[in-house]
């Protein structure tokens, strides 16, 4: 039986934690340890942790905050386990997750892994349609965990896993909430291992519960898109342009106006189609109008802030 490190750092989310614990005990499994590091948090998940100590192989510390990369490579240096598995701890665990991973690493040969997320029930609509824009072939190209996707299919820290050995080779994260694990991805392909995508291997993950939030995270992954590019030669691909292209292309209907006014509304009607096509994507995917219509500003929000970040990070460093 392959022995798993599951990984999850966190900080000042005792909730959220529980659920997740919650979650996994229902896994049936001898040969695993959970080891849950508090990056300097000011609310800890002590009480959390004492609830499920006798039901999981638990270890618990707490350190001063660094980021959640850089405490995955802390939680690395102790794990015993063959497989690092890395998770939110804003996510869910299917029982039969292990069980779907096992039967992948039976028959395939890889160093690193990575699964597709989902909403749970339980996810407000406003998560569910975040999620829904997050996954989309229509608005990511389907590199968070589509079987059919644009480039290389690069895991994602929410749910990924590593052969220790590999991980340590590389020397884990090189930065920290700043799109940590793409860079972290690119690097580990460029160095020779290789990653594969378990589509069954899902999680429930949550996504940010208010529209502020969601518009900093986005940001943020424009930010490390760049910031992956500058550090690893080849990582950047036309594809990635694209949310920036939307942009700069919707923000430029105006000017059209100046060449022929018809252009005006075939630009017009271009986006409405794209928008309407999200629309009705999401409404096939959860059967709910409401959702479907969530994720039509959802996605702007997303493509606009994702551009957003990328112009900073492209000005803040040719200063």
Not at 101 to 124: C, I, K, M, Q, Y
Not at 144 to 165: D, L, T, W
Not at 187 to 213: M, P, Q
Not at 223 to 248: C, D, E, S, W, Y
């Amino acid at each position: 039986m392959i022995r798993y490190s599951v990984i999850i750092p966190v900080y000042n989310r005792p909730e959220e934690v529980k659920e997740l614990l919650d979650s996994l005990s229902a896994v049936e499994r001898s040969d695993w340890e959970i080891i849950i590091v508090e990056d300097g948090s000011s609310k800890t998940c002590e009480d959390e942790i004492e609830e499920y100590i006798n039901q999981l192989p638990l270890h618990y510390y707490q350190k001063e905050n660094t980021g959640q990369g850089f405490t995955r490579n802390w939680a690395a240096e102790k794990a015993q386990g063959e497989f690092l598995v890395f998770l939110d701890s804003d996510c869910l665990v299917p029982s039969n997750y292990f069980d779907i991973v096992d039967e992948f690493l039976r028959d395939n040969n890889t160093d690193s892994w990575g699964g597709p997320d989902r909403a749970h029930r339980s996810f407000t609509d406003l998560q569910k349609a975040v999620g829904f824009t997050m996954s989309s072939f229509l608005t990511t190209g389907g590199i968070r965990g589509q079987k059919k996707h644009f480039g290389k299919f690069q895991p994602r820290s929410f749910n990924m896993g590593v052969r220790r050995e590999a991980f340590l080779q590389v020397k884990g994260f090189y930065q920290t909430n700043l799109g940590e694990d793409i860079e972290f991805s690119t690097r580990f392909r460029n160095c020779g291992y290789k990653s594969s995508l378990i589509k069954d291997a899902f999680v429930y993950h949550k996504r940010r519960e208010t529209v502020d939030k969601f518009v900093r995270q986005a940001f943020n992954f424009g930010r490390g898109r760049v910031i992956n590019a500058r550090q690893n030669k080849g990582a950047f691909k036309v594809v990635h342009l694209l949310p920036l292209m939307f942009t700069l292309g919707f923000l430029s209907i105006p000017f059209w106006y100046l060449i022929h006014p018809l252009l005006v509304i075939y630009a017009f009607l271009l986006y409405i189609i794209y928008f309407l096509l999200i629309g009705f994507f999401a409404i096939l995917e959860y059967k709910s109008l409401k959702i479907g219509i969530l994720s039509i500003p959802i996605a702007f929000i997303q493509l606009s802030s994702y551009a957003l970040g990328m112009v900073f990070e492209w000005v803040k460093k040719s200063k």
